[in-house]
């Protein structure tokens, strides 16, 4: 009876032992809405563990980072990576349109004709041909090799959309057609998980350190003490100053009082700390604006959803510019409406096809209706011509020219199945195009155009590759392909 009962009571704690992790788990992970479900509290490393040096130290845990720190451990060198928020994921976990690349293996799969020069000359057009054309040449001819990596680590990009600015789907989702950040965060946070790579949250860099001109390690706030950890080489990842509402205001008047979709720890701490060794700084002011952002919750609303065939009308209920072209100059047009916001319109079938328009529900940004009288009643506009715009559209589709806005991309799918939806949008500031001057090595650089030894840098917080403006999908790309020649690059200068 006893051995029953000492069985019992083994079985119950274990339970409550169990319940009680979980529980943590669930009031930790909920203190962020970008926590990411592969990223568990339990998977992120003890600040008791932390040493006093490593080969690589990592500064930031978004796509760029976690990139870097699998590409780096994969070339043999010791790593360790420091994300100052509760969790991993950054600005990445907020991506939902994709990741551009050109002539890879799924486009020639689905039958998707596309060359590396078109998609150059299209991302340099977007960019207004600004953009660094030595580092818009590496990144896309490294495109495809980047999507065939990540499917090598599990994170397959095998379903094709387009965005603003291109002529042809080069824009990779999972495979469901779900958003790309969670699911990319999730397969980069395992593989770092698997590779048995520490990664700190709640660890703030406050300083870069610096010896004889070379990067030597990080003074991070950690564990409720502040520490000097040296290293080899330095790869800031910290994205770009989106967050930064004064910084952006300051360089960008124009912007003052606009929304932001930037997670808070956009707020361009790694750009202050490269300055403060003599790193260069290009197009600072270049700062986007995402023409499809709900405002009162500062959501995003992802470009796919145009890319598969929605439509944007205004307060008259009628179209007013080309959905897909470049972000800037849709943004534009909706500024210049009277209203200054105009609504995104889905049907039914397009809600199968990007899966984003369920969260956006459930967070109850969309009006849903049975018919398009009863969707223009609800948003308040004239029901005669919401209904005009959505038959000389689904006629466009039909006949595949848009006579009136010149569009192309998009168009293979009506908008012909109830019920039907409307999202209200207006642009909010949404990536900062400038910061730390970089080389194809993905080397910090100074003002003399020369490499600061050790110190490395890749995605948002870097500039030059996007120009005076970005193309949608073009920062998912952006940070992979260049957070692995970050970690690969600085894994070989470790070594030697």
């Known amino acids: 009876m006893k051995k029953k009962l000492s069985i019992l009571f083994t079985v119950?704690?274990?339970?409550?032992?169990?319940?009680?992790?979980?529980?943590?788990?669930?009031?930790e992970s909920s203190s962020s809405e970008d926590a990411v479900s592969g990223?568990?509290?339990?998977?992120?490393?003890?600040?008791?563990?932390?040493?006093?040096?490593?080969?690589?130290?990592?500064?930031?845990?978004?796509?760029?980072?976690?990139?870097?720190?699998?590409?780096?451990?994969?070339?043999?060198?010791?790593?360790?990576?420091?994300?100052?928020?509760?969790?991993?994921?950054?600005?990445?976990?907020?991506?939902?349109?994709?990741?551009?690349?050109?002539?890879?293996?799924?486009q020639?799969?689905?039958?998707?004709?596309?060359?590396?020069?078109?998609?150059?000359?299209?991302?340099?057009?977007?960019?207004?041909?600004?953009?660094?054309?030595?580092?818009?040449?590496?990144?896309?001819?490294?495109?495809?090799?980047?999507?065939?990596?990540?499917?090598?680590?599990?994170?397959r990009l095998n379903n094709l959309t387009t965005t603003g600015g291109m002529s042809v789907q080069r824009t990779h989702r999972p495979e469901d057609g779900s958003a790309v950040g969670g699911y990319l965060v999730e397969g980069l946070v395992r593989n770092v998980t698997e590779r048995n790579i520490p990664l700190f949250t709640n660890a703030n860099v406050v300083e870069i350190l610096q010896n004889e001109g070379a990067a030597s390690g990080v003074k991070v706030e950690i564990g409720g003490e502040t520490k000097e950890v040296q290293a080899k080489a330095v790869i800031i990842a910290t994205g770009g100053f989106g967050a930064n509402l004064s910084m952006v205001s300051e360089l960008k008047p124009e912007l003052d009082g606009f929304v932001t979709t930037n997670q808070e720890g956009s707020t361009g701490d790694g750009i202050k700390m490269a300055q403060a060794l003599g790193a260069e700084v290009v197009d600072l002011d270049k700062i986007q604006i995402?023409?499809?952002?709900?405002?009162?919750?500062?959501?995003?609303?992802?470009?796919?959803?145009?890319?598969?065939?929605?439509?944007?009308?205004?307060?008259?209920?009628k179209r007013f510019f080309n959905e897909l072209e470049t972000r800037d100059k849709v943004s534009a047009a909706i500024i210049e409406l009277p209203e200054h916001y105009a609504y995104v319109i889905a049907d039914d079938a397009l809600k199968g096809r990007v899966k984003a328009v369920n969260k956006y529900e459930e967070k109850g940004l969309v009006v849903k209706a049975d018919t398009?009288?009863?969707?223009?009643?609800?948003?308040?506009?004239?029901?005669?011509?919401?209904?005009?715009?959505?038959?000389?559209?689904n006629a466009s589709v039909?006949?595949?020219?848009?006579?009136?806005?010149?569009?192309?991309?998009?168009?293979?799918?009506?908008?012909?199945?109830?019920?039907?939806?409307?999202?209200?949008?207006?642009?909010?500031?949404?990536?900062?195009?400038?910061?730390?001057?970089?080389?194809?090595?993905?080397?910090?650089?100074?003002?003399d155009g020369e490499p600061i030894k050790g110190l490395y840098a890749s995605g948002e917080v870097t500039g030059g590759i996007h120009g005076s403006n970005r193309i949608g999908g073009n920062a998912v790309a952006d940070i992979i392909i260049f957070g692995r020649q970050a970690g690969m690059q600085s894994a070989e200068a470790v070594k030697e």
């Open 12 to 27: 119950l704690t274990l339970i409550v032992s169990l319940f009680s992790g979980l529980v943590v788990r669930a009031e």
């Open 39 to 106: 990223a568990s509290v339990g998977e992120y490393t003890d600040p008791s563990t932390l040493a006093e040096s490593y080969d690589i130290v990592i500064i930031g845990a978004g796509g760029g980072g976690l990139a870097a720190a699998i590409a780096a451990k994969d070339a043999g060198a010791n790593v360790a990576i420091f994300e100052k928020m509760p969790v991993a994921g950054g600005n990445t976990m907020k991506s939902s349109a994709g990741m551009n690349a050109s002539e890879t293996k799924f």
């Open 108 to 155: 020639k799969e689905q039958g998707i004709e596309d060359k590396n020069d078109d998609f150059f000359a299209e991302t340099l057009k977007g960019g207004k041909e600004t953009n660094d054309q030595e580092l818009l040449r590496f990144f896309v001819d490294n495109s495809a090799a980047a999507i065939e990596w990540l499917d090598s680590l599990g994170i």
């Open 290 to 317: 995402h023409p499809t952002v709900e405002q009162e919750s500062a959501y995003l609303i992802t470009e796919a959803v145009r890319g598969e065939g929605a439509i944007l009308v205004s307060q008259e209920g």
């Open 372 to 393: 398009i009288e009863e969707l223009a009643a609800a948003l308040e506009v004239p029901a005669e011509n919401l209904t005009a715009t959505l038959e000389a559209w």
């Open 398 to 447: 039909e006949a595949k020219e848009d006579a009136e806005f010149g569009r192309t991309t998009g168009m293979d799918n009506a908008l012909t199945t109830a019920p039907y939806y409307a999202i209200k949008i207006a642009p909010g500031v949404h990536h900062t195009m400038g910061g730390l001057k970089i080389n194809t090595n993905a080397q910090v650089l100074n003002a």
